[in-house]
């Protein structure tokens, strides 16, 4: 039951911890407000008015029944309530009005009518507040003749509601808009921490983040600088150590094909120099793979210009590139030309055409590369993605390679923070479909 609940909760609270601090800011004071509202709505102002309007139905009732008693001196009874009172007093035989001049929703007119009704009767009194902008017209039946009346508001009326409304929500307003300074000063670090670690987890080195706001956010961002600065050493090292390794590696290797090309026995020479171009090339594809977490900046990339540089580097009639529109997103330009020209060597090397197309969507980029190649068994997807699988299980190494190419590539294209996805293409041979966000 619980659990059903906080699902439905959380379905319509908003999911950004600026947004939720601001309603547990917010959400007390508007309550407190609304409470205070209501309390001084009902046991003050709707007490005040109804006791400010009973005293003044109280005195028109005085009034009539003063003038009912004694009507000779008209006059002097009308000067003398205009004098004290401020009030404007006419007797006429008028027709009584038939339309009522109340208004329904209002609290004023609802106490008006309630205490008129009581004293006067139903059909004996009329009145309208809205006629005037600072009086109240008031008509009573006596006899035959209609005893008209104009007050001041504020005889029946003790406060005002929009004055009341005013200074209680003008305080919450600007009580919540200092609540919105304080949490976006608050958020705006949490935002730069979570940043740095999206740009740490997509390969960029992050070293403009400089640790800001509260102390356990500042200490958290700390400690992250701390953690990337250690993985950034880590891959260093590995770096330079493999670095060292190939170049140790290659100094004998060096010298044994010296001495091979020496040998008097050709063939036996020729067997040799094959062993140790493979141990070359292994040495150089270990080398590549501890190095694509390079250190390499970001920088804006526009893919169009990139598959043309691409293009012009293979020079092959037989790879067909088409785009939509300019396409630019950020990321390292040397590590994703790097992957996409694996991926379009091996179409080449596999199958006799590739045609690569560029697609935009909402907000990531679509590279689709399909060849005409013998692809891969579907079984097999998840496998050619692992460092060293190789497809081909014979010996030789002169196509199939080491088996680092798509470990690589996967590497690079989840670094920046996109996917890579095989299937068959339109020519019954492979698909390789990336997606970038940009």
Do not use: C
């Amino acid at each position: 039951m619980f659990s059903g609940l906080n699902r439905f909760i959380k379905f319509f609270l908003p999911k950004r911890l600026f947004y939720r601090a601001l309603i547990i800011v917010a959400a007390p004071t508007i309550i407190l407000q609304l409470i205070i509202t209501i309390v001084f709505y009902d046991s003050i102002w709707i007490k005040a008015n109804k006791n400010t309007t009973r005293a003044l139905v109280a005195q028109l009732k005085t009034i009539v029944e003063v003038y009912q008693n004694d009507k000779k001196n008209l006059d002097f009874f009308t000067d003398s309530y205009k004098n004290n009172f401020n009030f404007e007093i006419g007797i006429n035989q008028n027709e009584f009005p038939n339309i009522s001049g109340e208004r329904k929703f209002s609290p004023m007119d609802r106490s008006l009518r309630r205490e008129l009704k009581s004293t006067f009767g139903t059909n004996n009194y009329w009145f309208s507040t809205s006629k005037f902008k600072n009086a109240v017209e008031i008509k009573i039946r006596s006899e035959n003749e209609v005893i008209e009346f104009l007050v001041p508001k504020e005889m029946v009326s003790a406060s005002s509601v929009r004055l009341f409304v005013l200074w209680t929500t003008l305080p919450s307003i600007v009580l919540i808009i200092i609540a919105l300074i304080f949490l976006k000063n608050q958020t705006r670090p949490l935002v730069k921490l979570a940043k740095a670690a999206e740009r740490f987890g997509k390969g960029d080195y992050v070293n403009d983040f400089r640790p800001s706001g509260a102390q356990e956010i500042r200490k958290a961002a700390y400690e992250f600088d701390r953690m990337a600065k250690r993985i950034n050493r880590h891959l260093n090292q590995r770096s330079e150590m493999l670095s060292g390794i190939s170049h140790d590696l290659r100094t004998p290797l060096t010298r044994l094909k010296l001495q091979l090309a020496m040998l008097n026995q050709k063939d036996l020479s020729e067997k040799m120099s094959k062993d140790i171009d493979e141990m070359e090339k292994m040495l150089n594809d270990y080398l590549q793979f501890s190095k694509t977490q390079s250190q390499e900046g970001t920088s804006d990339i526009e893919l169009s210009k990139l598959f043309k540089e691409i293009e012009k580097n293979f020079n092959n009639k037989n790879l067909r590139i088409s785009h939509e529109e300019s396409i630019f997103l950020k990321g390292r330009s040397t590590a994703l030309k790097r992957s996409f020209e694996n991926i379009i060597q091996n179409g080449l090397l596999y199958g006799q055409k590739v045609f690569v197309k560029i697609q935009k969507s909402s907000n990531r980029a679509l590279i689709i590369i399909e060849d005409d190649g013998p692809g891969i068994p579907e079984d097999q997807y998840k496998n050619v993605f692992k460092p060293f699988f190789r497809l081909d299980k014979s010996r030789s190494l002169n196509q199939s390679g080491v088996g680092l190419g798509l470990a690589i590539v996967e590497d690079v294209i989840n670094s920046h923070g996109g996917n890579i996805q095989l299937g068959v293409s339109s020519l019954n041979g492979l698909q390789v479909k990336v997606s970038l966000p940009f």
